[in-house]
C-alpha cells in the first residue's frame, strides 16, 4: 500500500506548524482505510512506523507472510521531517505462546495438599496510583489533581484493608497449627505412658508365672523324697 504522507497536511494554511498529532491521526486513518498494518507513533522526537504483525504470520492454508515496514518519501518529504528510505523486516514468527507464571507467595497453613493461603499484592507505585505527574498549574488541573489524589488514597486504603486481612487469617493458621502441635503431643505422651504401664503389667504377670512355676516344681520334687522317708 502507498500513502501519501505530505498531501495530509499540505493543503492546510502555515503546514510547517501542522500539529504531530493531528498528522498523526490522518496517516493512521488512511493506513486503516488501505488495510495496511502499520501504525505511526511519536517515540520521543522521532516518528515511528511499526508493522501489526509480529515476525511472520501462517494463516492456515495460505502462504507465509512476512512483517515488512517500506517507507519510500519524495525529496519534499524527506527533507521536511529530515528522513531517509528504508525497507525493515521483523524477525520471529506470530504464532507463539505466552507462558504466564504466577509468581504470588503461597504459604501452606495446613498439613494436607491444597491447604494454603495465596497473598496478592497489587502494585502501589506513583505510576500505578496515577499520581506520578499531577498538573497544578491551573485551578481545574489543580481539582482534577485532587480528584486523583482522592481516588489513589482510596485504593492504598483497599490494599491495607485486604493485607490486614492476611495477616488476621495466617495469626488464625498460626494459633491453629500451635494448638493442633500440642494437642499431638499430649496424645503421643498419654500413648507412650500406657505402653509403659502394659509393659509393666506383663511383667509383672510373667514374675508370677515364673515364681508359680518353680513353686509348683518344687513341691514335685518334694513328693518322691516324702514317700522314701515313709517306706524307711
Known sequence: MVVNAYTTVSTA???DLYKFDVWQASVNRALVTGGAQVRVDQVGSTIAFTALR??????????????????TGDAEFNSLFDIQNGTAMGSGDKNFR???????PNFQ??????????????NMNADALGVQA??????????????????????????RSKLGAFQNRLEYA????????TNLSAAESRIRDADVAQEMIEFTRNQIVNQSGTAMLAQANLLPQGVLQLLR
Open 54 to 71: 509480529v515476525g511472520q504470520e501462517n494463516p492456515d492454508g495460505a502462504a507465509a507472510i512476512r512483517s515488512l515496514v517500506s517507507l
Open 134 to 159: 499531577l498538573d497544578l498549574t491551573t485551578v481545574s488541573a489543580a481539582a482534577k489533581s485532587i480528584a486523583k489524589i482522592n481516588s489513589a488514597i482510596d485504593r492504598v486504603s483497599a490494599e
Open 174 to 181: 498460626i494459633s491453629n497449627i500451635r494448638n493442633t502441635y
Open 109 to 122: 497453613i495446613g498439613g494436607d495438599p491444597g491447604q494454603k493461603m495465596q497473598v496478592n499484592f497489587a
Open 13 to 15: 494554511a502555515a503546514a
Open 98 to 104: 505466552v507462558h504466564i507464571v504466577n509468581n504470588s
